[in-house]
């Protein structure tokens, strides 16, 4: 008789591979205001390959109660939710439990999130190997990744106010 452990293993950042977050602004179809996206990914690149970034990723998302493929989470109405974005210069910093991830911002992401007080962050299990920290992604590169079915499916989607240090 055989049978399957569904026992998670240890969860270790090293796992996560390279992560990597993306700024972006662009017009809101519901009130044609520019609304403010932060997307996280990992390029897949630790030592299991995408499929050990992707559990690491669920791990880092499940503990900080932000759910998978499930309804948007609103931040500012669950104030005890483990997960901040902090906006300081040209720089916006997302911390959860076990991983602080930040990124350079542009101007007009500045404005969108000054305006509306929030940024929309997605963060998914679904590997990017194309596009590395640092290097600039394509306009339609990004639209094509990030409104992929597969992306938003593999997807936590959440607003987070936004804070900075006074």
């Known amino acids: 008789m055989t049978s399957t452990s569904s026992e998670q293993r240890p969860f270790h950042e090293t796992d996560l591979g390279t992560l990597a977050v993306l700024a972006w602004s662009g017009e809101h179809p519901e009130d044609d205001k520019d609304m403010p996206f932060l997307l996280a990914y990992s390029l897949g690149d630790a030592e299991g390959g ?5 559990e690491a990723l669920r791990t880092v998302l499940d503990e900080a109660g932000l759910p998978i ?9 669950h104030p005890s939710l483990p997960v901040s974005l902090l906006v300081q210069s040209d720089q916006a910093v ?10 350079v911002v542009p101007p ?9 007080g929030y940024a929309y962050f997605m963060a998914t299990t679904r590997a990017w190997p194309e596009a ?14 990030a409104s992929a079915e597969e992306t938003l499916l593999n997807a936590t989607h959440c607003l987070l106010p936004a804070r900075s240090l006074r």
């Open 132 to 145: 590395k920290p640092g290097e600039p992604v394509p306009e339609d590169r990004l639209r094509e990744f």
């Open 94 to 103: 997302v911390n959860m439990p076990q991983l602080n991830a930040q990124c």
């Open 108 to 116: 007009e992401w500045l404005a969108a999130v000054k305006l509306r």
């Open 69 to 77: 493929g499930g309804p948007l989470v609103d931040g500012a109405r």
């Open 50 to 54: 995408p499929e050990t970034t992707a």
